[in-house]
T-cell receptor, first 113, second 115 residues
Framework: KNQVEQSPQSLIILEGKNCTLQCNYTVSPFSNLRWYKQDTGRGPVSLTIMTFSENTKSNGRYTATLDADTKQSSLHITASQLSDSASYICVVMGSGGYNKLIFGAGTRLAVHP | GAVVSQHPSWVICKSGTSVKIECRSLDFQATTMFWYRQFPKQSLMLMATSNEGSKATYEQGVEKDKFLINHASLTLSTLTVTSAHPEDSSFYIC???????????FGQGTRLTVV
């Protein structure tokens, strides 16, 4: 069964600290993996998108890694800011186009001053 | 980056009435748009795939007569929740992409509350 599992479910960190969010997937065949940030009451916003051949991709303070062999990905946030408080969703695209986007449940991150 | 706009951002309606939600791709054409529903603290669940000029494809368990989808142009898809009930209260989000190789862009979502 195609699944995307994220951990932890929620996380609280202090402003300025780093954190790493995890994503494990069983989607096969695999096309690409995306990380989205979703603020409360808003639609998801894309952070990174990685294909099978990419191991790491950065977007400002966000760095995503991908190990296609172990089917694991991580999102590392550096020097967190209060505005980083949001849900971070790992999404895997299998074959067949966009109707095959498999969403993780997300990690709810709270950054405290 | 590409922009997908949803309207309204929130709506409150009475039980039994219908509500229409619009999803527009502002700076690109999208032959396919997607409608999702998200309950509190849960992830997005695909409801249907909206295809321009043809009938939408609904996911299993989604009533096509209750959630009417119209994709009349390459930049506009609408979702109409007919005879809304309190259990239809949710966050509805659309997404679109210029093509199958490009990332999906999401609308800002519509919070529907049925009272």
């Amino acid at each position: 069964k195609n699944q995307v599992e994220q951990s932890p479910q929620s996380l609280i960190i202090l402003e300025g600290k780093n954190c790493t969010l995890q994503c494990n997937y069983t989607v096969s065949p695999f096309s690409n993996l995306r990380w989205y940030k979703q603020d409360t009451g808003r639609g998801p916003v894309s952070l990174t998108i990685m294909t099978f051949s990419e191991n790491t991709k950065s977007n400002g303070r966000y760095t995503a890694t991908l190990d296609a062999d172990t089917k694991q990905s991580s999102l590392h946030i550096t020097a967190s800011q209060l505005s980083d408080s949001a849900s971070y969703i790992c999404v895997v695209m299998g074959s067949g186009g966009y109707n095959k986007l498999i969403f993780g449940a997300g990690t709810r991150l709270a950054v405290h001053p | 980056g590409a922009v997908v706009s949803q309207h309204p951002s929130w709506v409150i309606c009475k039980s039994g009435t219908s509500v229409k939600i619009e999803c527009r791709s502002l700076d690109f054409q999208a032959t396919t748009m997607f409608w999702y529903r998200q309950f509190p603290k849960q992830s997005l669940m695909l409801m249907a795939t909206s295809n321009e000029g043809s009938k939408a494809t609904y996911e299993q368990g989604v009533e096509k007569d209750k959630f009417l989808i119209n994709h009349a142009s390459l930049t506009l898809s609408t979702l109409t929740v007919t005879s809304a009930h309190p259990e239809d209260s949710s966050f509805y989000i659309c997404s679109a992409s210029p093509d199958s190789l490009t990332e999906a862009f999401f609308g800002q979502g519509t919070r529907l509350t049925v009272v």
